[in-house]
């Protein structure tokens, strides 16, 4: 299987700011690990919408994939309390 490009929003780099820096490398590496297999077992498409999501612990990953290219977009990094919230 060709392994998919990770690409990232801008906003990204400001979720970033406001999350620990060991749970930064944690997410990171959740994050490379799409770059395999982004539908992996645990990755769950959101309801209604062309977004798919991994967990992080308390964290949440929103992606899309777009297959033409091999590639993963990570959307929003975030809590789950509220990272659904601007979807």
Do not use: W
Not at 21 to 39: C, F, G, Q, T, Y
């Amino acid at each position: 299987m060709a392994k998919y490009k990770i690409t990232f929003k801008r906003s990204v780099t400001k979720d970033f700011l406001n999350i620990p820096k060991h749970d930064v490398a944690r997410i990171l590496n959740k994050i490379e690990s799409l770059s395999d297999d982004p539908r992996a077992e645990g990755c769950i498409k959101i309801a209604g919408k062309e977004l798919y999501r991994s967990r992080q612990g308390m964290y949440r990953i929103i992606y899309e994939i777009i297959d033409q290219s091999l590639m993963v977009n990570v959307i929003k990094i975030g809590r789950r309390s509220n990272v659904y919230d601007s979807l």
